[in-house]
């Protein structure tokens, strides 16, 4: 009688048998047996802000491919988490691959009379504080030109000081009158 052996193990595969088929009792000549296997495929993902932009189930040991650098308004791409490196082949458990970003800062200039009045950088998505009103000589300052707005837009903002003249009496008073 012929017992085969325990099933191996290979990580990453399946074993599925022997080749040939192992006979129940010995026959009158040598005999060989390889062990045959399934590759198990494992998921790919590149994850974007909780988002797979990136999944596919891959063979075990395939090399990796990454896509293109994703695009993100106000922020530069700063790689992925854990790093990826050329040349990483699929393990066993798969990977998952997480999209890392860097802030992006743009300036605000505020100005008066075309004279830069106050410059800021400010990062992407913060809360924008426009400067103390300036002050000017026979005018009354009515605002910013545009409208200030609340965070900081993935662009950097110009605003221009906006006047009203005052107005003042003038009375020419002659005996009294």
Known sequence: VITAPETP???????????????????????????????????????????????????????VTKPADPVKEGYTFAGWDPEFVEGTTVPVGGLTYNATWNVNYYTLTFKWNDVVYSTASVAYGSAITAPEAPEREGYEFTGWTPEVPEVMPAEDQTFEATWNVLKYTVKFVVDGV
């Open 9 to 63: 193990e290979r990580e990453g595969y399946e074993f599925t048998g022997w080749t040939p088929e192992v006979p129940e009792v010995m026959p009158a000549e040598d005999q060989t047996f390889e062990a045959t296997w399934n590759v198990l495929q494992y998921t790919v993902k590149f994850v974007v802000d909780g988002v797979a932009v990136y999944e596919e189930s891959l063979d075990y040991g395939t090399v």
